[in-house]
């Protein structure tokens, strides 16, 4: 069965830190990821995706995405993190068994301290 | 602008109650999805559905039923509420699967 693995349930990291947040998917085929972010009391926003060609993405808020096939990865990354980044991130998988369905990771909270 | 409308934010019920969640959508999608959301679990399908009158069952159904008598409309449907069932309800829309979920804000259901 498809599934989405995110091993850290929360990290903290300093304003001005670089930053990683872990996912790792179980999926047959070549596979439709995408990284959302909840900000406190918000909706969920598309912070960026991969489905084909280069595995490095780029995307809103200076967050960018690598795909591993071989370590069936697509860990989230940011040079530089801000005060405001502070949010849930869910890394999720779309799945193309009768119609399609998006299955997301446990979330990441993510902590910025000053 | 996407428009994914939820009927209400919050939600208190009583246990054993009939409780109708809607969802509203203006992009005339095809798919329809509802999650919960709990701490530490993330977001966990409910049902989906690709077609109007057609829905398929998702990861945890028990305890819920749909409707999507119109394509802009899909209702959630807890057929006997229970404490368990005290969760945060979202609703999606995703046009393909290389496409952007958009979701609405959200229904805090609360089950006393």
């Known amino acids: 069965a498809q599934s989405v693995t995110q091993p850290d349930i929360h990290i903290t990291v300093s304003e001005g830190a670089s930053l990683e947040l872990r996912c790792n998917y179980s999926?047959?085929?070549?596979?439709?990821l995408f990284w959302y972010v909840q900000s406190p009391g918000q909706g969920l926003q598309l912070l960026l995706k991969?489905?084909?060609?280069?595995?490095l993405v780029q995307g809103i808020k200076g967050f960018e995405a690598e795909f591993k096939r071989s370590q069936s990865s697509f860990n989230l990354r940011k040079p530089s993190v801000h005060w405001s980044d502070a949010a849930e991130y869910f890394c999720?998988?779309?799945?193309?068994?009768?119609?399609?369905?998006?299955?997301f990771g446990a979330g990441t909270r993510l902590f910025v301290k000053a | 602008d996407v428009k994914v409308t939820q009927s209400s934010r919050y939600l208190v019920k009583r246990t054993g109650e009939k409780v109708f969640l809607e969802c509203v959508q203006d992009?005339?999608?095809?798919?329809m999805f509802w999650y919960r959301q709990d701490p530490g679990l993330g977001l966990r399908l409910i049902y989906f559905?690709?077609?109007?009158?057609?829905?398929e069952k998702g990861d945890i159904p028990e305890g819920y039923s749909v409707s999507r008598e119109k394509k802009e409309r899909f209702s959630l449907i807890l057929e006997s509420a229970s404490t368990n069932q005290t969760s945060m309800y979202l609703c999606?829309?995703?046009?393909?699967?290389?496409?952007?979920?958009?979701f609405g804000q959200g229904t805090r259901l609360t089950v006393v």
């Open positions: 999926y047959g085929a070549t596979p439709y």
């Open positions: 999606a829309i995703q046009r393909t699967m290389n496409t952007e979920a958009f």
């Open positions: 992009m005339d999608h095809e798919n």
């Open positions: 999720a998988v779309v799945s193309n068994t009768g119609g399609f369905k998006t299955i």
């Open positions: 559905s690709y077609d109007v009158k057609m829905k």
């Open positions: 991969y489905f084909s060609g280069d595995t």
